[in-house]
């Protein structure tokens, strides 16, 4: 199975910060890497697609990129709504496997 | 608007079954994979299985955790996908979320809509 390895597990940040979110396969899978983010108590929701996509009424203050076994997520200029785990997840081949979340929490 | 709805959890012993229903509208159910996504408490999130749409067979996938026990299926009439739950563990315990699948090729899927979850808890 591919494994995937989300660092931080966890960060603190301020409204208006840029923050980033690595993941890393453990083997190469091209660009078949999404990003979700979950707030509490609701389903995740779709932010990131094949590695930079960004999906439809997503703002575009989130952003991916990497190819191979290195991707990460920022957000330029952090919003309240934005406080969340973020999770990473693989496409490229069963079984599709996630990483284990990113909470990002107010500073 | 794309809508999905998990009904069907709840309590329920060890070695017991469960069925979980998706119910869908707002979207060309045929045209879609369907899949199961839970997640333990407290814990990350975890792919159960899919189904493929109608068109590629409607055959499935499944975790090793589940595979041989759990069994997905799919009625186009009704545009409900249903997640069989069988032999069910305590480790099963978790909110079980119905997801569409956008597959735009055969590596690039993703789980663009997905409903509120149902809780089911093996006790």
């Known amino acids: 199975d591919i494994q995937l390895t989300q660092f931080p597990s966890s960060l603190s940040a301020f409204v208006g910060d840029r923050v980033t979110i690595t993941c890393r396969a453990s083997?190469?899978?091209?660009?078949?890497l999404n990003w979700y983010q979950q707030k509490p108590g609701m389903a995740p929701r779709l932010l990131i697609y094949a590695a930079s996509s960004l999906h439809s009424g997503v703002p575009s203050r989130f952003s991916g990129s990497g190819s191979g076994t290195d991707f990460t997520l920022t957000i330029s200029g952090l919003q309240p709504e934005d406080f969340a785990i973020f999770y990473c997840?693989?496409?490229?081949?069963?079984?599709?496997?996630f990483g284990q979340g990113t909470k990002v929490e107010i500073k | 608007e794309v809508q999905l709805g998990e009904s069907g959890g709840g309590l329920v012993q060890p070695g017991r079954s469960l069925r979980l229903s998706c119910t869908t509208s707002g979207f060309t159910f045929a045209d879609h994979a369907m899949s199961w996504v839970r997640q333990i408490p407290g814990k990350g999130l975890e792919w159960v299985g899919f189904i493929r749409n109608k068109d590629d067979g409607a055959t499935t996938e499944y975790a090793a955790s589940v595979r041989g026990r759990f069994i997905i299926s799919r009625d186009e009439s009704k545009r409900i996908a249903y997640l069989q739950m069988n032999s069910l563990r305590i480790e099963d315990t978790g909110v079980y979320y119905c997801?569409?699948?956008?597959?735009?090729?055969?590596?690039?899927?993703?789980?663009?809509?997905w409903g509120q979850g149902t809780p089911v808890t093996v006790s």
């Open positions: 997840q693989q496409s490229y081949t069963t079984p599709w496997t």
């Open positions: 083997q190469n899978i091209g660009t078949s």
């Open positions: 997801t569409r699948i956008f597959a735009h090729t055969a590596m690039d899927n993703r789980f663009d809509s």
